[in-house]
């Protein structure tokens, strides 16, 4: 069952912030964040294993609550560079990883 | 390390004609994947291996089919090509011991492929 992001699009300006959120139907073991830029190929941001642990990556975070089947990528003093569309994938222990149909965010100056 | 190599990089194939998309890893990762992306769409897995001589269908199988003879490689053939396969198509591997969701998947540059 493929995970569901909201929101489908946003635009910010630069220095504003930005939560996305991805929610599954099914129990989650792992939850997985990548941002593609335009006619480039997925680059991963942070995974997030089952154990509610919040992960940082310069001013990106995400917190993972496996009880409500939810991730949300916090976004904070958004810069031109973090445009792009941001997928979450989510996975069962062992089992593959299903991605969501992803939020594309655009930073303007 | 070159990463993840993919060719070719852009490719247009009439209908029914058949190809081999190719991909590579130097990084001696056991997992390796295909998926494909339609214009605004998330990815859809199309197949995957936990090693060489060891393949499994994803969600989108019908139309392709896979081998992995070695660590390194593994290429995606498409047969009898229909515009329904027109999509970027990305490999990715990972190291994996514990399944495919439970470490990073580093992506390839992508196959863009037109079937007309």
């Known amino acids: 069952q493929q995970p569901v992001q909201s929101p489908q699009a946003v635009i910010l300006r630069e220095g504003e912030d930005a939560v996305i959120n991805c929610s599954s139907s099914k129990a989650l073991y792992s939850v997985h964040w990548y941002r593609q830029k335009h006619g480039e190929a997925p680059v991963f941001l942070m995974i997030?294993?089952?154990?509610?642990e919040q992960k940082g990556h310069e001013k990106i975070s995400a917190s993972f609550n496996e009880k409500k089947q939810q991730s949300s990528l916090y976004l904070t003093a958004s810069q031109l560079s973090y445009s792009g569309t941001y997928f979450c994938g989510t996975g069962n222990q062992g089992g593959k990883l299903i991605f969501g149909q992803g939020t594309e965010l655009s930073v303007k100056p | 390390n070159a990463g993840v190599t993919q060719t070719p990089k852009f490719r247009i194939l009439k209908i029914g004609q058949s190809m081999t998309l190719q991909c590579a890893q130097d990084m001696n990762h056991n997992y390796m994947y295909w998926y494909r992306q339609d214009p605004g769409m998330g990815l859809k897995l199309i197949y995957y291996s936990v090693g060489a001589g060891i393949t499994d269908k994803g969600e989108v199988p019908n139309g392709y089919n896979v081998s992995r003879s070695t660590t390194e490689d593994f290429p995606l053939r498409l047969e009898l090509a229909a515009p329904s396969q027109t999509s970027v198509y990305f490999c990715?591997?990972?190291?994996?011991?514990?399944?495919?969701?439970?470490?990073?998947?580093?992506f390839g540059p992508g196959t863009r492929l037109t079937v007309l």
């Open positions: 990715a591997s990972s190291r994996t011991s514990g399944g495919p969701s439970t470490d990073t998947q580093y």
């Open positions: 997030l294993l089952k154990g509610g």
